[in-house]
């Protein structure tokens, strides 16, 4: 319940415990005891730690493929976590490669139109978009969209992933305009159906406040980058890197505009949440040292 509702650093303690139990009572190989390691390491991945996620991700693919075998759907499950683990911390390449390997195993075993094979068109989507091929990312996102559409039904959380993804793929080629509404559709969803306080709602919520920024509306969204650090910080915490990406853009857009004491404040802010989540030498937090040495 306390994962479900995003409340991810309260419910680690007792995914570490569930974990710790199934394995010592029932050995590390039984599926309780996986379906325990799979859970703590998505829990790592959620809160943004996902360097620590990623060695939780490796055991639990390794014992899969020995014990269930290489095309088992769980393994195949494993094999997408793990991709995306990786795709968080930016090695899109070695991402890619994991998500084409579960897609093909999820089209040969599960079918074209299972949900977890549209999860994997999605996901592999996503890896491509990060890597600049934006372009041939957007018929994947519009397969997968129209595929769940029609599987899932519109209100299907899936569904309003594939959405927002869609909305991500052409905001990055320029199309503010068209993906807005498209960002909106995904968040009146995600309200209504997950609630105001999930996870991906702030999730929405944040790609949102950057359209409308992307658009020059700066009124509009500075309240929504607002909006997006607090809700951040109370449902995930302080050190989740949303925090620190609102933080930062928000930061940008008041320099634009001569806030300069706002904007370094925020950037020290963020160099802050990227330094505790990605540490002092990552270029996330050197790009933001820098804009607030420059201020």
Do not use: W
């Not at 393994?75 to 390449?93: D, E």
């Not at 490669?97 to 075993?109: D, I, K, N």
């Amino acid at each position: 319940m306390l994962y479900a509702n995003g409340m991810h650093n309260r419910a680690e303690p007792f995914y570490r415990r569930a974990f710790e139990i199934a394995r010592r009572d029932l050995g590390p190989d039984h599926s309780d005891a996986l379906s325990s390691l799979n859970n703590l390491a998505n829990c790592f991945d959620a809160q943004g730690r996902h360097a620590d996620a990623e060695s939780f991700h490796r055991d639990a693919l390794d014992i899969k493929r020995r014990v269930l075998g290489p095309d088992h759907p769980d393994t195949l499950g494993s094999i997408n976590n793990l991709a995306a683990c990786i795709q968080a911390q930016g090695r899109h390449r070695e991402a890619e490669t994991l998500y084409r390997q579960a897609l093909e195993g999820m089209h040969r075993v599960l079918g074209p139109e299972h949900p977890d094979t549209l999860s994997g068109v999605n996901n592999l989507a996503s890896c491509i978009s990060e890597r600049g091929r934006c372009n041939l990312a957007e018929p994947l996102y519009r397969e997968a969209l129209q595929a769940r559409q029609r599987v899932l039904g519109p209100d299907h959380p899936d569904t309003l992933i594939s959405v927002n993804s869609l909305a991500n793929c052409i905001d990055s080629l320029g199309r503010h305009v068209e993906a807005e509404p498209l960002y909106r559709q995904a968040l009146g969803g995600k309200k209504r159906v997950l609630g105001p306080d999930h996870p991906r709602t702030l999730n929405a919520l944040y790609d949102l406040a950057l359209c409308v920024d992307n658009q020059g509306r700066l009124d509009e969204a500075e309240p929504l980058y607002r909006q997006a650090i607090e809700s951040g910080q109370r449902m995930l915490g302080p050190d989740h890197t949303i925090v620190g990406d609102a933080m930062y853009n928000l930061g940008h857009m008041l320099a634009s505009r001569g806030r300069t004491q706002e904007a370094k404040t925020l950037f020290l802010d963020a160099r802050g949440v990227y330094e505790r989540t990605y540490g002092p030498e990552h270029e996330e937090t050197l790009n933001v040292a820098m804009r607030a040495a420059q201020l």
